[in-house]
């Protein structure tokens, strides 16, 4: 009887192991995945070049919204008056303060993710500066529209400007509105300055690479940059103060939102620890929102998968398990001592809070900002999916919002007059708000056709900068400092 012969299995040298390693490392690593600048230049500039029937039958969708919730009924409400929204006595503040502060929170990612990140030389940042950085500026922009529709007769929005005049008549710096200016104004100088100075190099690549009304824009956007060595050292040297710089700007703007609100007597709003509160809040619908904007780029935009891969839905995910944790230890915090401090009408503001008529607000806004990114963003597997990240940070938008809802027209309904009080209910805001949400995606659709979002530089400086060692048995990375 033959015996039967069996093929032992092959067992991998220690060689064979390191290069399966080595392949998985650039795999999931996209500093460790190097291909020419010249080949990632061409697939930046066809991701802006390629769009579908669906990216215009979005476009031509958004462009109705708009067209209805901003210029129609803003219209409207300019000839008509304030009388068509639903802010009266005692919640004179409506969406159009919700929104204001939620925009302005949205903007703080752009620079949290560019700037902070920058500084601390966090690599992950490098594919997505860009995409969050445009996230800043048009997030600013909507804030701006939402004080301006707050204004009513908003024709008279120059009055809010120091300049000298016949009546001697000067903007009153006691009003939070002044505030809400010159926060609002510093910040979008700023940070749109801060957008435009990485761009350069890219606009310049784009510059070379197109034809017609495309190349006259990217050669007024790039400035003349040639990529010089001069150059490029006052763009590192320009950028480096920046980025310091901006980071006070980010934390100041944020600070001066809450003051609006924490330096009126109104019960619910005296609270020492609304700055940091309102900067954690900031930052937590922030990083959502780029979680999102992430999320749909890769799989809306050709070859953004190189560029975009799950180690950096990871890092966000770490990022905003964080300051989830951040958020619930302050907004706890300014429950309690309200709670505890003895005042009946902040007591009673904050049981209205959990049951009154938007009772379910409340609980919602508790759910999708601390229980579901506790319960997910945990597990590294679920937060390296991009959907799943999306979906989180999309909860936790919507919490946010709840939360800016909950702090200005419904605590506004409790005060110390009871005869007054009224649950605020919205009008006309409703159309205006989705509109600027329909304007915000509107735009960055648009920039993403025009403006390259990868910025590729940088992407190289990092594939440059990182490299694999072989330390005994381990294969580590490291990173090279580059001058």
Partial sequence: MAETVRALPHVKSREEQRAEHLEHLRKEHLMLDPLPRGQMNDMVMESMMTTSWKFWVVFAILSVIVAYGIFFSWGRLILEGMGLAGVNRPSYWGIFLVNTVFWIGISHAGTFISAVLRVFRAEFRRPFTRAAELMTTFGLVQAGFSIFMHLGRVWLAYWLLPFPNQRGLWPNFHSPLSWDLLAITTYLLSSTMYLILPLIPDMAMARDRSTGW??????????????????????????????????????????????????????????????????????????????????????????????????????????????????????????????????????????????????????????????????????????????????????????????????????????????????????????????????????????????????VWEVEEGHMAHSVKQIGRETVVVVAELE
């Fill in 214 to 455: 495309r190349k006259i824009f990217y050669r007024i956007g790039a400035f003349g940059f040639r990529g010089t060595e001069g150059e490029w050292t006052h763009l590192r040297t320009a950028m480096t103060i920046f980025a310091w710089a901006i980071i006070p700007v980010m934390f100041s703007v944020h600070t001066i939102v809450s003051w609006d609100f924490a330096a009126a007597t109104r019960p619910g709003w005296s609270s020492t620890i609304f700055g940091p509160y309102f900067i954690i809040g900031a930052l937590h619908s922030g990083m959502g929102a780029v979680a999102m904007v992430l999320a749909v780029v890769r799989a809306t935009m050709k070859h953004m998968k190189y560029f975009i891969r799950p180690e950096h839905f990871n890092a966000l995910g770490q990022l905003m398990l964080l300051i989830s944790m951040g958020w619930a230890y302050f907004f706890f915090n300014d429950y309690m001592v309200q709670w505890y401090g003895g005042d009946k009408w902040t007591q009673q503001l904050l049981h209205w809070h959990e049951a009154g008529p938007m009772g379910w607000m409340w609980f919602a806004m508790l759910i999708v900002n601390i229980a579901i990114p506790w319960a997910v963003l945990w597990n590294s597997k679920w937060r390296s999916n991009p959907w799943v990240t999306f979906a989180v940070g999309l909860g936790i938008n919507v919490g946010m919002w709840f939360e800016r809802y909950i702090i200005i027209p419904i605590s506004l309904t409790i005060n110390r007059m009871p005869f007054t009080w009224r649950l605020y209910e919205p009008g006309i805001e409703i159309p205006m708000g989705i509109g600027t949400l329909a304007f915000f995606i509107l735009i960055y659709m648009a920039a993403s056709r025009l403006i390259p979002l990868i910025p």
